[in-house]
């Protein structure tokens, strides 16, 4: 009896944890239901917002091109307003229809939408789960089990989800009539399918993600490195360090690689088919190619938005603008290898890094990346916990969201102010992502470098 309450005493508090996270999911799902059930006309507000709502991410353009090409039967690209996948078109667009059973059209998109949240964050917490336990397995491979014992560990897992849902920035995504919870649905999917090594998962996701906003491209980077390597381990020297002839060295496996390789060409050319059929009668594949991934990597249209790029091309003179979009554009390239070389043995924070430099330099950003930015970032609350810039990072993010909606209200609506206002907040949002950026990595390399130090001293 007395060893039955010791073990029923030891696992009260995780049964405890587990409830918790399921009460905060609940209430979280439940929130966003409220909001748009019971105050759809402030939300019909905000699918105007460009932070929330961009040209490729707008549910109002979904709509036009599904009305263009059911209604009109011609290219739904035709009017320069949708940009956006064929087969988005085909999933959300019967949404789109007004008064379908008596709903208005946003409230289904909506309740998808929230769906995909749902799943976003629970595929987040299994990914802060898997990565949990092969840190604390890493650990005591090193013979560093006091680092478990005298530090807290958080669950991770349960804060990267939590941090997801309750993030105002997921909030007004979710209920703001924008698909960016569908591709962030998507590269989360991506990740946990690498991670756990679920290789059609990752394919899919991966391939999804590009195809419907391309700069996840970048992300097959560190999923290669997570299918070869498994998930986040300190440096391999660390291992050697310890000398050990039961250590077991961090080695990279092909198999999975080849394996996601050839899961990712079926996927693709799969997908390519049903764009294909889709698009056959309005204007084939090329001018899909031509009014989605050429609209993205162009920058066509200049209307305002969170970055950084809308205003520079709108001054910037036309014979220079060729220049400075192979410039933009190679900078993302150019940072790929070096963060690839030095982070090779964390590839899923690699992941965040690339996730949040994407947020900064793509060419019609929303909140909604910054959304998963930081949801993604509550995995590595663990390493991360000695960041210098914390408490300036969150009231620069509170100041930036909260300074953006006034600022472009002052230039639009009262005339009071001028782009400059508007812009001067795309600034610090990009400014605080570098620093983001920066801050996280070399607190990742400092949790290191602690690593290698305290086994030196046993």
């Given at each position: 009896?007395?060893?039955?309450?010791?073990?029923?005493?030891?696992?009260?508090?995780?049964?405890?944890?587990?409830?918790?996270?399921?009460?905060?999911?609940?209430?979280?799902?439940?929130?966003?239901?409220?909001?748009?059930?019971?105050?759809?006309?402030?939300?019909s507000?905000?699918?105007?917002?460009?932070e929330?709502?961009?040209?490729?991410?707008?549910?109002?353009?979904?709509?036009?091109?599904?009305?263009?090409?059911?209604?009109?039967?011609?290219?739904?690209?035709?009017?320069?307003?949708?940009?956006g996948s064929?087969?988005?078109?085909?999933?959300?667009?019967?949404?789109?229809?007004?008064?379908?059973?008596g709903?208005?059209?946003?409230?289904?998109?909506?309740?998808?939408?929230?769906?995909?949240?749902?799943?976003?964050?629970?595929?987040?917490?299994?990914?802060?789960?898997?990565?949990?336990?092969?840190?604390?397995?890493?650990?005591?491979?090193?013979?560093?089990?006091?680092?478990?014992?005298?530090?807290?560990?958080?669950?991770?897992?349960?804060?990267?989800?939590?941090?997801?849902?309750?993030?105002?920035?997921?909030?007004?995504?979710?209920?703001?009539?924008?698909?960016?919870?569908?591709?962030?649905?998507?590269?989360?999917?991506?990740?946990?399918?690498?991670?756990?090594?679920?290789?059609?998962?990752?394919?899919?996701?991966?391939?999804?993600?590009?195809?419907?906003?391309?700069?996840?491209?970048?992300l097959?980077?560190?999923?290669?490195?997570?299918?070869?390597?498994?998930?986040?381990?300190?440096?391999?020297?660390?291992?050697?360090?310890?000398?050990?002839?039961?250590?077991?060295?961090?080695?990279?496996?092909?198999?999975?690689?080849?394996?996601?390789?050839?899961?990712?060409?079926?996927?693709?050319?799969?997908?390519?088919?049903?764009?294909?059929?889709?698009?056959?009668?309005?204007?084939?594949?090329?001018?899909?190619?031509?009014?989605?991934?050429?609209?993205?990597?162009?920058?066509?249209?200049?209307?305002?938005?969170?970055?950084?790029?809308?205003?520079?091309?709108?001054?910037?003179?036309?014979?220079?603008?060729?220049?400075?979009?192979?410039?933009?554009?190679?900078?993302?390239?150019?940072?790929?290898?070096?963060?690839?070389?030095?982070?090779?043995?964390r590839?899923?924070?690699?992941?965040?890094?690339?996730?949040?430099?994407?947020?900064?330099?793509?060419?019609?950003?929303?909140?909604?990346?910054?959304?998963?930015?930081?949801?993604?970032f509550?995995?590595?609350v663990?390493?991360?916990?000695?960041m210098?810039?914390?408490?300036?990072?969150?009231?620069?993010?509170?100041?930036?969201?909260?300074?953006?909606?006034?600022?472009?209200?002052?230039?639009?609506?009262?005339?009071?102010?001028?782009?400059?206002?508007?812009?001067?907040?795309?600034?610090?949002?990009?400014?605080?992502?570098?620093?983001?950026?920066?801050?996280?990595?070399?607190?990742m390399?400092?949790?290191?470098?602690?690593?290698?130090?305290?086994?030196?001293?046993?």
């Amino acid at each position: 009896m007395g060893e039955e309450d010791d073990i029923t005493k030891s696992s009260s508090p995780s049964k405890k944890k587990v409830y918790r996270f399921w009460e905060w999911t609940i209430a979280a799902i439940l929130f966003r239901i409220l909001l748009i059930f019971f105050f759809p006309n402030y939300l019909s507000q905000l699918a105007s917002r460009p932070e929330l709502s961009t040209p490729v991410t707008s549910l109002r353009r979904l709509a036009e091109g599904y009305w263009l090409k059911k209604q009109a039967s011609i290219s739904p690209y035709a009017g320069s307003m949708y940009h956006g996948s064929p087969l988005l078109l085909s999933v959300l667009g019967p949404l789109t229809v007004p008064k379908i059973d008596g709903l208005p059209s946003h409230v289904l998109c909506s309740l998808l939408f929230v769906i995909a949240d749902l799943f976003s964050a629970l595929l987040l917490r299994a990914t802060g789960q898997k990565l949990q336990s092969m840190y604390c397995q890493n650990l005591k491979s090193l013979a560093l089990e006091k680092v478990l014992g005298s530090s807290d560990i958080h669950a991770c897992g349960d804060i990267s989800s939590l941090f997801y849902l309750w993030n105002p920035l997921t909030i007004l995504t979710c209920v703001g009539s924008s698909t960016s919870p569908i591709e962030n649905f998507l590269v989360i999917l991506s990740i946990y399918g690498a991670c756990t090594r679920l290789i059609p998962l990752a394919a899919i996701g991966w391939v999804l993600a590009t195809h419907l906003s391309l700069y996840p491209a970048v992300l097959i980077i560190p999923v290669i490195l997570l299918l070869g390597y498994g998930p986040d381990a300190p440096p391999k020297k660390l291992f050697l360090l310890k000398n050990s002839k039961e250590t077991i060295l961090p080695s990279f496996s092909w198999k999975p690689v080849i394996l996601f390789l050839l899961w990712t060409s079926a996927w693709s050319i799969y997908i390519m088919v049903l764009c294909g059929i889709s698009v056959r009668q309005t204007g084939g594949l090329q001018d899909m190619f031509k009014r989605t991934y050429g609209f993205i990597l162009t920058v066509k249209d200049l209307s305002p938005n969170i970055g950084v790029l809308w205003y520079f091309f709108a001054e910037v003179f036309d014979i220079f603008r060729n220049f400075f979009l192979l410039v933009i554009h190679m900078n993302i390239l150019f940072m790929i290898l070096p963060l690839a070389i030095r982070l090779r043995h964390r590839p899923c924070f690699l992941a965040f890094v690339y996730v949040a430099m994407s947020s900064m330099l793509k060419t019609y950003p929303s909140v909604a990346d910054s959304a998963l930015c930081l949801g993604l970032f509550g995995l590595f609350v663990n390493q991360l916990a000695d960041m210098q810039f914390s408490f300036v990072l969150f009231c620069g993010y509170v100041g930036v969201n909260l300074l953006s909606p006034i600022m472009h209200n002052l230039w639009i609506w009262r005339g009071t102010g001028n782009a400059n206002f508007y812009y001067a907040t795309a600034i610090a949002y990009a400014a605080l992502q570098i620093i983001l950026m920066v801050d996280s990595t070399s607190s990742m390399l400092k949790h290191d470098r602690w690593l290698r130090k305290l086994i030196t001293q046993t």
